[in-house]
């Protein structure tokens, strides 16, 4: 079956570092995959689109990677901030083409000053 | 612009009753989605519509309806509440047939005694 693993324990680092964050996936090879900020009580908001083509993405303090040999993403978030705190979802389109986001289970950032 | 609001954002059901949540976007989209969001277990696609007048099962569409009321509206129904259904609700549009990032409404907490 297929299946998006994200680490489901709070990954805890001190302002200032990069926090890294992990998207496994397996049994299906996407075209683009997708990477969401949940804030307490909120609905997701989109962060970064990847594709497959592409090794990389930045968007300021953002960096996204794609390995689909892997089939893994990784999402850094560089200079933290305790307002980076949030749970950190990614997505992928497991539709075959119908362009419908399945959502891994997220992992929560906690950030320290 | 609103982009996806949803209402209620609260409602507590007795077993057994009947609810309609409500869903509206303002950015012209053509895909509709609504997920539930339980602890442990991530967004769930409940049901989703790619186009005015269609409606399709997500993973787990089982005691629920859907109505696609028109381009803009996209609600769920609860025809006999069941503590299972205690959840957080979230309805989310997208450009339909692209590769495109979902916005998502505020979510309704749902809560069935």
């Known amino acids: 079956s297929q299946k998006i693993e994200q680490n489901s324990e709070a990954l805890n680092i001190q302002e200032g570092k990069t926090a890294t964050l992990t998207c496994n996936y397996t049994n299906y090879s996407p075209a683009y995959l997708q990477w969401y900020r949940q804030d307490p009580g909120r609905g997701p908001v989109f962060l970064l689109l990847?594709?497959?083509?592409?090794k990389e993405k930045r968007k300021e303090r953002l960096k996204v990677t794609f390995d689909t040999t892997l089939k893994q993403s990784l999402f850094h978030i560089t200079a933290s901030q305790p307002a980076d705190s949030a749970t950190y979802l990614c997505a992928l389109d497991l539709s075959g083409g119908s362009y419908i986001p399945t959502f891994g289970r997220g992992t929560s950032l906690i950030v320290h000053p | 612009n609103a982009g996806v609001t949803q209402t209620p954002k609260f409602q507590v059901l007795k077993t057994g009753q009947s609810m309609t949540l409500q869903c509206a976007q303002d950015m012209n989209h053509n895909s509709m989605y609504w997920y539930r969001q339980d602890p442990g277990m991530g967004l769930r696609l409940i049901y989703y519509s790619a186009s005015e007048g269609t409606t399709d099962k997500g993973e787990v569409p089982n005691g629920y309806n859907v109505s696609r009321l028109n381009k803009r509206e996209f609600s769920l129904r609860l025809e006999s509440a069941a503590p299972s259904q205690t959840s957080v609700y979230f309805c989310?549009?997208?450009?339909?047939?692209?590769?495109?990032?979902?916005?998502f409404g505020q979510g309704t907490r749902l809560t069935v005694v």
């Open positions: 989310a549009s997208s450009e339909a047939g692209v590769v495109s990032e979902a916005f």
């Open positions: 990847i594709r497959e083509n592409e």
